[in-house]
């Protein structure tokens, strides 16, 4: 079975590359143009993202760079949506900070390889596909929760370099800048928010983002002002990775260490990647692929680990400002990585004087872009459940992390639908033409564990008549909490001395019952479908269906 299903994966990505080779023949200078600068934009804002977070986690900023080349690069030549960007994150460090604490770097190491072995088997069982359960407005309250987490990163920015240091998602707390430095600071951030705004209305021959990183370095540089740069944070003048085989005893009590950090990054690293690439798919117009990027994630991971990587995920910041200068493609993402490992070995120097100021105007338009404003004009107009969704999952991403926050906000849309359909049965009672005498419930509405209470009280036992036929043609049993409760409802009617049958039912729901023999009513249009599909897995007794 493993076999089989390595195989249809296999077969799949042999399509996407065939249809990858596609899109590079029909490649023009232009295109390649704008993909390779804005693979370089978004490389230069991979660099402090990349330290700060390495610093959030308690490892060597080369350690953060690292895994942003790699992870980078594995992911866009074989992810499942090109465009997007991955590479170290926030969201990631914070779980590390404990480990790497505790344990040492060396324990990071062979968790980031678990982990990415944990991701490679989601892919291969193809659990990507379940991020279609998440619905829309947790898919709002995360974009709106990434925003505020990228704006609280960068107003460390505005602290004294070497008196800020992280907190949480980046939220620094240190000595802020005053006087004539936060001046210059906030005046530079303004002025890089300006030109991306306007350089659009403009030209579109270089990415706006690019062009506001150019002029704001070359102002510093002619007119001399005493500014943080990208060299302020640390060096990041380093070699090639190397292969290293972390040193830590592989025994049993090594894996009750480095397991559950694994399972928490591997989950929150594949949720935070499989909606990044919804939101990216909305905004290019592709779908699909969701396997596929678990697969990349996990592929990533575990080579990243084995080169002194911290491991990573999509970045929803770097994406957006991809996207937005006009990558599409493979390559800009693969041009994000190459650049970086560019300025790791030959141009540290250069990207070390780049105003902090610029970066950071880029990453608040990043953030004006990124949050779901209307969101914000519909709360009034959506159901009160929905907008609750959206603030909850928006405030424990700001608050804890993504993965809390969205199996939070499912729970809560699962349980209000569970709530609103329990309300929806409901009965029409009917004398029975084909038996005199004889009362007819039509049933309306789903039952399930939720409306089986309300489902008993539309019954009386001991008012109705002798033969009473239930009949489910408009109703859908849908687990085995609801075959429960016809069953005790049969039998209250048996201990009445009275008869009951049922109509409409799948042969499935015939079988389970265990008076069936005596209640059942067969129909012409009885239906063929079945029940339970998870069931049919483990027992074989139900099929799939109704």
Known sequence: MARSILSTFAERLSVSEMAGAADLNGFTPNRIKTEILSGLTVSLALVPE?????????????????????????????????????GATGAL??????????????????????????????????????????????????????????????????????????????????????????VLMLGLTALTMAIIWATPKLTTAIPAPLAAIAFVTGLVAVLGLDVARVGDLASIKGGLPVFHVPAIPLTVETLKIIFPYAFILAAIGLIESLLTLNLVGEITGKKGGASQECVAQGTANVVTGFFGGMGGCAMIGQSMINVKSGGRTRLSGIAAALFLLVFILAASGLIEQIPLGALVGVMFMVVIGTFAWRSLMIMRKIPLTDAFVIVIVTAITVKYDLATAVVVGVIVSALAFAWNNAKRIRIIERDSVREPGAKVYEIEGPLFFGSTDGFASLFDPAADPDVVIIDFLHSRIVDQSALQAIEDLAAKYEAQGKTVRLRHLTRDCHKLLNRAGQLLVDSDDDPDYQIAADYSVRTGIFGAGH
């Open 93 to 182: 460090a914070v779980v590390m900070v404990a480990l790497v604490a505790n344990h040492g770097v060396e324990y990071l190491f062979a968790t980031v390889v678990l982990m990415g072995v944990l991701q490679l088997a989601a892919g291969i069982f193809r659990l990507g596909k379940f991020i279609r359960l998440v619905p829309h407005p947790v898919m709002l309250g995360f974009v709106n929760g990434l925003a505020i987490v990228i704006f609280l990163a960068q107003l460390g920015q505005f602290q004294v370099p070497g008196t800020a240091h992280a907190a949480g998602h980046g939220m620094a707390n240190g000595e802020w800048l005053t006087g004539w430095p936060l």
């Open 50 to 86: 990349a330290v700060a977070f390495a610093f959030v986690a308690g490892v060597h900023p080369l350690v953060g760079l690292y895994a942003a080349f790699i992870v980078g690069l594995i992911t866009a030549v074989i992810g499942g949506r090109p465009g997007m960007i991955s």
